[in-house]
C-alpha cells in the first residue's frame, strides 16, 4: 500500500515505519517541510499535496499531531488538517489522525537515529543547573514511546472498517509532573525544578486498545530515561568546543585544584607562545590573551 505520514514527524524514522507499515512504501512530510521555503520545489502546503497525490495513489494517511510533544510552542494543526481533509475528500483513504481521532499520551523517542524534540532541550535547560515543567507538581503527564505507537497503529490498519470512530488510548502509568521533575533530579545532581500552574493531560480511562487490538503500554519513560540522558550525554560531549570543556573543567574545581590547574595552564601558553613566535601562520595567535580569557572565564 501507499502511506503518507505527515505532520509532526519528529518521532518517525525507519524502524517505526517498519513496525507500523511493514511491506508498505511510506512517504514521510514533516510539518516544517509544508511551510513555503524557496530552497523547495514546492512553492506551498497545498502545491506539495497536490505533487505527491500525482506521484502516489495513497490509500491511507497518517497525520501527527503537534500537540503530541509536550510543552511544544508549534503553531496547532488546523490549516494543515483542513488541507490534509480537503486531500482525502472523495477518495477511498484511511485517514488516523493521531491525538485528535486516536488520543494517546504524548510521545517520547527511544530511537537512537532521531532527536527528541522535547526531551533534548529539556537535557539542554537541566545541563544549566534548573528547568521549569508547565505542570503543577502532582499534574497528570502521560508518555508514551513512538516505537509501541507504531505497533498500535499497524494493528488499527490490520482491522480497519468503514466506521468513524474516536479511540482513547489509556495511561498505563500515571506518572505526573513531580515524577519526571524527580527522576530529572536523579540524573543531574543539583537541578533544581520549578514547577507551573497547569492541570497537566488528563487521559480517559480505556480498554479497547487492549481488549480490541491486543495492545498495551510496556515501555516506560522513567525507566527509558537514564538510556536516553546518557545518549544525549555522549552526543553532547562529540560537540563541545575543547576550549569550552577546559573551562568547564576549571569552574567544577575546588580553589587549590584550580590554582594548580591555573599554574599549569600558564606554562603550556608560555610553551606554545615560545614556540610558534618564530611561524609566521602560527604566530597570528596571541597565546597570552587565549590564557587570560580561559583563566579568566574559569575561575569565576
Known amino acids: 500500500m501507499e502511506v503518507l505520514v505527515v505532520g509532526n514527524t519528529a518521532y518517525v524514522d525507519d524502524d517505526f515505519c517498519a513496525k507500523a507499515f511493514p511491506e508498505d512504501h511510506v512517504q514521510v512530510v514533516a510539518a516544517q517541510d509544508t511551510r513555503r521555503d524557496e530552497s523547495s520545489p514546492h512553492a506551498s502546503w497545498k502545491e506539495l499535496l497536490q505533487h505527491l497525490d500525482q506521484a502516489y495513489e495513497f490509500e491511507r494517511v497518517v497525520y501527527l499531531s503537534n500537540y503530541l510533544t509536550p510543552h511544544t510552542d508549534s503553531v496547532g494543526d488546523i490549516e494543515l488538517l483542513r488541507t490534509v481533509f480537503r486531500a482525502c475528500a472523495g477518495r477511498r483513504v484511511q485517514l488516523l489522525y493521531v491525538a485528535g481521532i486516536l488520543r494517546v499520551p504524548f510521545l517520547y523517542t527511544a530511537s537512537a537515529a532521531l532527536e527528541d524534540p522535547f526531551l533534548v532541550p529539556l537535557f539542554d535547560a537541566c545541563s544549566t543547573g534548573s528547568v521549569a515543567l508547565q505542570g503543577a507538581q502532582d499534574a497528570a503527564f502521560p508518555l508514551l514511546c513512538a516505537e509501541e505507537l507504531a505497533v498500535l497503529v499497524r494493528r488499527i490498519f490490520d482491522s480497519w472498517d468503514a466506521s468513524f470512530e474516536t479511540l482513547d488510548v489509556a495511561d498505563t502509568f500515571h506518572h505526573t509532573s513531580g515524577e519526571v521533575g524527580d527522576a530529572l533530579k536523579a540524573l543531574f545532581p ?13 487521559l480517559p480511562a480505556s480498554d479497547v ?3 480490541r487490538y ?3 503500554q ?3 519513560l522513567l525507566r527509558d530515561l537514564s538510556t536516553i540522558q546518557a545518549r544525549w550525554d555522549a552526543g553532547r560531549a562529540k560537540k563541545v568546543n575543547p576550549l569550552r570543556a577546559a573551562i568547564d573543567r576549571i569552574q567544577m574545581r575546588a580553589l587549590p585544584i584550580k590554582c594548580l590547574e591555573t599554574g599549569v595552564a600558564w606554562v603550556l601558553f608560555e610553551l606554545l607562545e615560545h614556540l610558534f613566535s618564530q611561524s609566521a601562520q602560527l604566530n597570528v595567535l596571541d597565546y597570552r590573551l587565549l590564557y587570560v580569557v580561559l583563566i579568566g572565564t574559569g575561575c569565576r
Open 190 to 202: 543539583g537541578l533544581a525544578v520549578a514547577y507551573g500552574d497547569s492541570a497537566g493531560y488528563a
Open 214 to 216: 491486543g495492545w498495551f
Open 209 to 211: 486498545a487492549r481488549v
Open 218 to 220: 510496556r515501555y516506560d
